[in-house]
Nanobody, 127 residues
Framework: QVQLVESGGGSVQAGGSLRVSCVVY????????IGWFRQAPGKEREGVTS????????YYADSVKGRFTISQDYAKNTVYLQMKSLKPEDTAVYYC????????????????????WGQGTQVTVSS
């Protein structure tokens, strides 16, 4: 049973930084992608970034390019999301999720493609 557990959320002022983590339990396959998603109140869940565990290829939504960085520590089975220059519009619950792929690329980070989900961690950015 694959389980994902996020941590590291919190509150920060605009312009600040925060790092959230996603630990994956029950699976060490390299043929998978870990994606970060977020959902703000009253809005649909949206893909933010993803990383292919085997190839290391990454994808970023335009809204976070240059500000967010996804990385992994394979030995710890952990994926990180480093967020810088945070804006109030980044306020949301952040989720990590996993999907399995046959290639070395994750493609677009779309909700319907990801099968396993964490419980989410709240990130609040105040102005």
């Amino acid at each position: 049973q694959v389980q994902l557990v996020e941590s590291g959320g919190g509150s920060v002022q605009a312009g600040g930084s925060l790092r959230v983590s996603c630990v994956v339990y029950g699976d060490a396959s390299i043929n998978r992608c870990i994606g970060w998603f977020r959902q703000a109140p009253g809005k649909e869940r949206e893909g933010v970034t993803s990383i292919h565990i085997g190839s290391g290829s990454t994808y970023y939504a335009d809204s976070v390019k240059g500000r967010f960085t996804i990385s992994q520590d394979y030995a710890k089975n952990t994926v990180y999301l480093q967020m810088k220059s945070l804006k109030p519009e980044d306020t949301a619950v952040y989720y990590c999720a996993a999907k399995y792929v046959a290639t070395g690329f994750c493609g677009a980070t779309t909700v319907v493609d990801y099968k396993y989900w964490g419980q989410g961690t709240q990130v609040t950015v105040s102005s």
